[in-house]
């Protein structure tokens, strides 16, 4: 079974922004959660938060339908 790839944020206030604080590789994500927290939690966070890698999409400013809007051409 192939591990997969967790970035994980966290925030040590309520209304503080999320900030990326590092990533883990687990099998799913229940361990995934387990991992970041124990890898994690030198800190007193009040909140954490774990993204599958593969699920964040990229903005590219210079490729597409930005570079389009900006007058490049691409």
């Known amino acids: ?8 944020f966290a925030r040590k ?3 503080d ?3 990326h604080i590092g990533y883990i590789d687990a099998l799913d994500d229940e361990t995934a ?6 890898t994690y939690s030198e800190e007193n ?3 954490m938060c774990i993204v599958k890698r593969s699920s ?3 903005v590219n400013l210079t490729e597409g339908i930005f570079a389009k ?3 490049d051409d691409a």
């Not at 079974?1 to 994980?8: K, P, Q, T």
């Not at 959660?33 to 124990?38: H, L």
Request: overall charge neutral; charged content about 20%; glycine content about 6%.
């Open 56 to 58: 964040v999409i990229a």
């Open 69 to 71: 809007a900006r007058g």
């Open 33 to 38: 959660k387990v991992y970041a927290w124990t």
């Open 13 to 15: 206030n309520r209304g």
């Open 1 to 8: 079974m192939l591990e997969i790839v967790y970035d994980v």
């Open 17 to 19: 922004q999320l900030s």
């Open 45 to 47: 966070w009040f909140e």
